[in-house]
């Protein structure tokens, strides 16, 4: 048996937005303490985890664990008749995980269930050279900056500062945060490092952006996977992106 | 002669973006106490009846019953003009139906008159036995939330609720409306009715909406059309749809 | 050297909309006492001047007159960038121009010189029988009426009033604006004139309306161009615009 109840689905709505623009198929992993998900996109240049406590949800009641597969683009169409202040409660029930939206009235979707797939996906361990704390809507400008001039951003970081920057066939965009800015919470870094990364993703990544005030900017040199995070309390959304060529 | 004027043409505004999306060519019956529409849609899936008593408008002068025809789209065209809080008066010329919005300035617009055609269009007279009045905008979500699912729509109707719902390849939309929900203002059911419709249509009869806080859904079996009004005070605005295959 | 900054680059924004329409490529003259800017579209049919004295710029500083051309796609993408209340710095860098934006971080945006143009454009120099000074939103709404009806409008002014008209295949609109209306401030008319112009250079022009509450509209009999300016403290923004065949 599994069922959990939202009193606000507004950042589960945001949540599926950001996967269903990048995945077709999400694993969920329905434990006894949280609803867990991993998903890949289908070239595996990038990789979400989520991790949704059992205190993430107003009730949340897992008796067995279990694995199970959902298409996103059924998520995404039921994640878009999510009104403002509706609730959701969520059960899995034989074939289908069947969501209940409540306002005064009751809406329920049902969505099939999907083999899991067998393929585990990779797991990423990395000590990060970099990490750093700042207002989510500093760095979304940013990316948004680099994103009308090229398809891809350069980011370089010294103990100093961070930039990013992008370049075209006739304009350069180039935006430069500085470790004492006050949207800057916290800067640490071990080491300079500088690394590329494919834009199109980060602009997916960052539809998740709205559940959030800050984002966590975790970096490494140009092997090292990007990795963002953007901390809600009682959950965990990672997003992981594969460096480019420099 | 024929003249009338509106103080606030919002509310006409609506209905001819609603009318326009499934009809080509509306015919007008200039009638000494009101003005009157009907217009199929060209597969005669469904029908559109209008009656603007004269009291609907600030004035209203016919001095001779005439029939005209007007072309939806160049309609359409008028009404996307009307300005928030614009007045409208609307005068029938030679071989011109003429629309002048006035806000500070005058702006006219000249409507060439069709041939009304010839063919009378089908009168539905039945006796329906469920009859809903319930809150627009709750009817409104629940047609949607079918939408994002399936081309069709199942209502379903007892003595305690309603429920509307859609079938896609991997996804159900169940939208139930208990008779005491506090969104229904009546619930008069004679008998329990289950009939399939196309969304498409519905859809487009909603755009009107906006003109009205309620809606009015006239039911019977699986032959009967589905019976839609939006109720106003001085007019009579009324979507008949041809039920599909259970 | 070239220098200049802005507190409020919101009006520049609205500028480069309207330019980037019409034109590929911008001549901007760097002058000691003014920023200066002249462009025509490919076809010759309209032609814009843009004057940005010093005093519209929080600084401005030019230490040797120069010519450069820009292309107005890359200045397209950095105004898209600029958001509300962002104050923007320019410079001449080597072989670039640089933008940065300037909020709580700064983005810095190059776009790469241009060879300017040998060709001398048009210069307009005509005395105009027809002075308006007008409501900007009173104007832009005739426009919008008459080009939801036809490809071309039809100016037609006398000592009492300007209508603006345009035809359709089966729809016409016509606007008439009193010299004695509340929106117009100025109507200096000493001859009738009368003039047809193409609706989509003038919805171009439109989109700079933005920056002004008012609009000066010139025009004389069916050889000379219409000439509209969208007059704000410091600056001067003109378009020209070729008559049509009447």
Known sequence: MFRASLDDAKNLKYIIESVSDLVDEAVLFLKRDMLSMEACDPSLVCKIELDLQSSFFTDYKATEERTIGLSMSALRKVSRRILLGDGMFMELNGGTMDFTLQSSIERQFQ???????????????????????????????????????????????????????????????????????????????????????????????????????????????????????????GMRLTFYLAPMEL
Chains 1, 2, 3 share one sequence.
Not at 159 to 175: F, V
Not at 177 to 193: D, G, H, L, P, Q
């Open 111 to 233: 969505c099939m269930l999907l083999e899991a797939q067998e393929e585990v996906l990779p797991t990423i361990d990395v000590e990060y050279p970099v990490f750093i704390d700042m207002d989510v809507s500093v760095f979304k400008e940013g990316v948004r900056d680099a994103a009308i001039v090229a398809n891809s951003v350069l980011f370089e970081v010294t103990p100093e500062e961070m930039i990013i920057s992008a370049e075209g066939d006739t304009e350069r965009a180039r935006i430069r945060i500085t470790s004492t800015n006050e949207s800057v919470k916290e800067f640490r870094v071990k080491e300079a490092c500088c690394s590329r990364f494919n834009l199109g993703y980060l602009v997916s990544f960052l539809h998740s952006s709205y559940i959030s005030d800050s984002v966590h900017i975790y970096m490494g040199d140009k092997n090292m996977p990007l990795r963002i995070d953007f901390p809600v309390e």
